[in-house]
């Protein structure tokens, strides 16, 4: 049984920061992409960070971007999402998600997804 566990959820006052850990299990990850996604009430889940298994192999969309880390932890199975500078529009649910990789490449979208957490909410209020 493949699990990923998010954590670190909360709520938190706009620019503010909260770090969300993401530990899987089942079987190692080494050779896998894994990523972030949230989605907000009443709007599509949207990427918000990947991570090849090649450091330096990421991927942000511009609303995010230089504000959010995401990095991993290969021995311990387990990617976390610094969130630095935060914004009400940053209010979601946030996932975790991996799935095999041949290379170091990562994925955005979320159909080439295939190993899902539950989500862990983040609030951000002014």
């Known amino acids: 049984q493949v699990q990923l566990i998010e954590s670190g959820g909360g709520s938190v006052q706009a620019g503010g920061s909260l770090r969300l850990s993401c530990v899987t299990s089942?079987?190692?990850?080494?050779?896998?992409?894994l990523a972030w996604f949230r989605q907000a009430a009443g709007k599509e889940r949207e990427i918000v960070a990947a991570?090849?298994?090649?450091?330096?192999?990421?991927y942000y969309p511009e609303s995010v971007r230089g504000r959010f880390t995401i990095s991993r932890d290969k021995a311990a199975n387990a990617v976390y999402l610094q969130m630095n500078s935060l914004k009400s529009e940053d209010t979601a649910i946030y996932y975790c998600?991996?799935?095999?990789?041949?290379?170091?490449?990562?994925?955005?979208?979320?159909?080439?997804?295939?190993?899902w957490g539950q989500g862990t909410q983040v609030t951000v209020f002014t």
């Open positions: 998600a991996a799935r095999h990789t041949v290379n170091s490449e990562y994925y955005i979208g979320e159909n080439e997804y295939y190993y």
């Open positions: 089942g079987r190692t990850f080494g050779t896998h992409t």
């Open positions: 991570s090849g298994w090649q450091p330096g192999s990421t």
